[in-house]
């Protein structure tokens, strides 16, 4: 934001809207106005901050300009409004009493990585030598800790920890950078760790940090305490701890993220242009998948190209850094696959205490449980994978009035969101809630939300189409509690709906909507969508072929079954399937069974979706037949691409309907000719490219749109979505995608609570 004299002539009153508190901004307003000689007043209100200032015309320019330029790290300021007054200010600067309102959007922070300077108090101040809990304004727990408004210690779990003489002193000292900093705490008044051993229990820091040194040397594993959740640690350089934890978590290929020590040992083992470097050193400290330079160890990502990776944020994991002789860390959410991250003490031990070498907790409650964040780089712009730790509650502006809207969110990969003005608040990742564990933290979550924005009366819940989801049973139960309106909107509507919410787009748009599954209007699966579509409708202009999926779920973890399946589509039942090499170890009797199912059409229901597809031809290429974590296949698929092929396949448009047959029938052929899979793999990538340049082009010229809108989980396929996004550009059509939240079901919620807003303000 730049200012011009004109901006602030004969103005002495500003509103500051964003993410300006709970993050050092009145402290930083307070130091900027004494420094360029400004006299009156800041405070907080529920929606932001107010400042009164008066001074010369030079000053106050300077001020302002300062104001947004400067600003907290953390802080994110949206707009800045000037008004004049007839109030007469004091000859200083203040910081003043708030001034609370029950109706007004106040917006709470995200947990912030702990800063420079406090890092630096770690080692320097008596109080806090090797202090495990040292924040400031600038830093520390936030959102995982708060319980209620106004955001003061007594409404977050800190409440218990009541604060030392020196604490008190600095909490009140308007020029000390911990200033009103809610989780204040010394060695001497704030919260400590405690190591519970199988036969010990050690309080003491540096005998903790010690103890834990000789556990990950000798290849232990250790459930560690963060700032949301539990995680499992070891050794990513040890392939037996590894093993150990794969074993604890009962999960035998999803990737592990690691923790390096610093930026340089990153760069050791994967590739890091500025962007990642800007995104991974960030205060958010987000997980970031990095291209791989070397392997750490068999067993965290095989089969993959990317790693993903994540530097110290808490002030523990420095001091752990210090001691350990190793410089990379397994470091993955701590819960049986399927089931919610541990929070809880008492649920760690009774659950862990068996299974791992010792359990690293404190006694501070975490009230808000937040997984780490994921995200990678497309094109030089972050893509969200995993919107939790770091990015939420921050709310997301969009042009209409959400007011008191309640969003479900999807089944898989959930996040609901509430309406507040025109803003959407997303949840923190939850998960799949079909788990019952799951369902219950979903609930449990809901209501808080509810709770901490004031939402009692809610205007309408609004959920997916699907009349089996358990988000549409909670869904059904909400209106009928709270008497309100109940709205259904379709999965892919929603998908494009989020982007166009996220980017204040109202005309018609392209949409292409590509992933898993999804209900769709004709009750079958979706998940190839091409759609011409804005908020309030949408046309289902173009789609794959349906596709049946033999033992429905089950050809979602058993690739080979939708292999199968498309050659039964594309050669019949005379095809000789036992001379396939990648079905040389499945039993001849399960593929007789598929066959049978799919001549006799029975439990197989039918599916155009781009996932499946994807499935199909890893599998076919022998890389994936049965996956142990969701899309394991379209990730190995990509892994093996040959990006100096630029070849394609055939395929054919007849009506709505893109078939593939063309492209079976090749990489049949190119297989009997050993051809290497990466190439194979690199032509299916630029077919399927091919056919959405293809069809964008033909509804351009249907419609004249030129807005195209790429959404849902397969364009995380980080190849498709930077050449489709090149390949748009170059041919004249804007393109938008996903980026303040996730383009897979994380990101539902904001769609859904766009359409329903819309729908309501007409």
Not at 46 to 59: C, L, P, S, T, Y
Not at 220 to 246: E, Y
Not at 365 to 376: E, F, K, P, T
Request: one cysteine or more; aromatic letters at 10%; hydrophobic letters at 35%.
């Amino acid at each position: 934001m730049l200012f011009r004299r004109a901006d602030i002539e004969n103005k002495n009153f500003v509103r500051i809207h964003g993410l300006v508190q709970g993050v050092g901004f009145r402290p930083f307003v307070y130091k900027l106005a004494k420094n360029n000689h400004i006299t009156g007043f800041v405070r907080n209100t529920r929606n932001g901050v107010e400042i009164g200032f008066q001074g010369n015309e030079d000053d106050k320019l300077h001020f302002i300009q300062s104001l947004a330029t400067h600003s907290p790290a953390a802080a994110d300021i949206t707009s800045i409004d000037f008004y004049t007054t007839e109030q007469s200010f004091s000859n200083d600067f203040r910081i003043i009493e708030s001034v609370e309102s029950t109706h007004d959007f106040t917006e709470i922070s995200p947990d912030i990585a702990i800063c420079s300077e406090c890092l630096h108090d770690m080692s320097t101040q008596s109080r806090r030598l090797h202090y495990s809990f040292t924040n400031c304004t600038h830093c520390g727990p936030r959102f995982t800790i708060i319980k209620g408004f106004p955001y003061d210690r007594k409404e977050t779990t800190m409440d218990v920890f009541e604060m030392c003489h020196d604490c008190a002193k600095e909490y009140y000292d308007v020029d000390d950078r911990r200033f009103h900093a809610q989780p204040i705490s010394c060695n001497n008044c704030g919260p400590g760790y405690t190591l519970l051993l199988k036969k010990d229990r050690i309080l003491r820091i540096d005998e903790i940090i010690r103890a834990i040194y000789f556990i990950i040397k000798n290849g232990g594993v250790l459930a560690i305490k963060g700032v949301g959740s539990f995680f499992l640690v070891c050794d990513a350089m040890n392939q037996l701890a590894v093993d150990k934890v794969r074993k604890i978590k009962r999960r035998d290929k999803k990737p592990f993220a690691v923790m390096f020590s610093d930026e340089k040992v990153v760069e050791d083992f994967a590739f890091l242009n500025n962007e990642e470097k800007k995104a991974i050193t960030s205060w958010q400290r987000p997980v970031v998948l990095l291209e791989q330079k070397r392997q750490l160890t068999p067993g965290i990502n095989d089969g993959l190209h990317t790693l993903g990776c994540m530097l110290p944020y808490m002030p523990f994991h420095y001091l752990l850094f210090e001691k350990i002789q190793t410089k990379a860390l397994v470091y993955t959410s701590c819960n049986i696959s399927g089931e919610p991250n541990l929070t809880d003490n008492h649920e760690v031990v009774n659950k862990l205490e068996n299974n791992t070498d010792g359990i690293v907790m404190y006694n501070r409650q975490i009230w808000n449980r937040a997984d780490d964040s994921v995200l990678q780089i497309t094109n030089g712009k972050p893509q969200l994978i995993r919107r939790s730790r770091g990015y939420v509650p921050r709310s997301i502006d969009v042009p209409f009035c959400t007011e008191n809207i309640i969003a479900t969110g999807a089944e898989q990969k959930n996040c609901f969101a509430i309406g507040k003005e025109n803003k959407a608040i997303l949840s923190q990742h939850i998960g799949d809630i079909k788990n019952y564990e799951i369902y219950h933290s979903y609930r449990e979550t809901v209501d808080r939300f509810m709770n901490l924005y004031h939402i009692s009366d809610p205007a309408c819940i609004v959920t997916d189409a699907h009349p089996d989801y358990l988000t549409t049973k909670f869904a059904n139960d909400f209106k009928t509690k709270y008497n309100t309106k109940c709205v259904k909107v379709y999965h892919h509507h929603a998908h494009i709906a989020s982007v166009l919410a996220e980017h204040g787009l109202t005309d018609k748009v392209i949409g292409i909507c590509f992933d898993g599954s999804g209900y769709g209007t004709d009750g079958n699966i979706w998940g190839s969508e091409f759609m011409c579509c804005d908020l309030s409708d949408f046309s289902r202009e173009y789609h794959f072929e349906y596709i049946p999926m033999p033992g429905g779920d089950l050809a979602v973890k058993q690739p080979w079954r939708m292999a199968v399946a498309y050659l039964y589509h594309t050669f019949g039942e005379k095809f000789q399937y036992s001379g396939c090499d990648f079905l040389q170890g499945i039993s001849m009797d399960h593929i007789k069974m598929v066959l049978s199912s799919l001549k006799k059409n029975i439990n197989v229901p039918l599916s155009c979706s781009a996932g499946r597809l994807f499935d199909a031809i890893a599998s076919m290429i022998n890389i994936c037949n049965y996956a142990d974590f969701e899309a394991e296949a379209p990730m190995k698929l990509e892994a093996r691409i040959d990006k100096t092929c630029q070849d394609k396949y055939g395929y054919e448009i007849s009506g709505k309907i893109i078939s593939f047959k063309k492209t079976i029938a090749q990489i049949l052929k190119d297989l009997k000719s050993n051809v290497p899979v990466s190439i194979i793999s690199a032509r299916f990538h630029q077919t399927i490219i091919e056919v959405i340049l293809k069809i964008v082009t033909l509804l351009q010229q249907k419609y004249g749109i030129n807005h195209v809108i790429l959404s849902g989980g397969t364009f995380q396929n980080r190849y498709l979505l930077e050449h489709l996004e090149h390949q748009l550009q170059n041919i004249g059509f804007k393109v938008y995608t996903n980026r303040k939240v996730p383009p897979n079901d994380g990101g539902i919620a904001l769609g859904q609570i766009a359409i329903a807003a819309n729908y309501l303000n007409k």
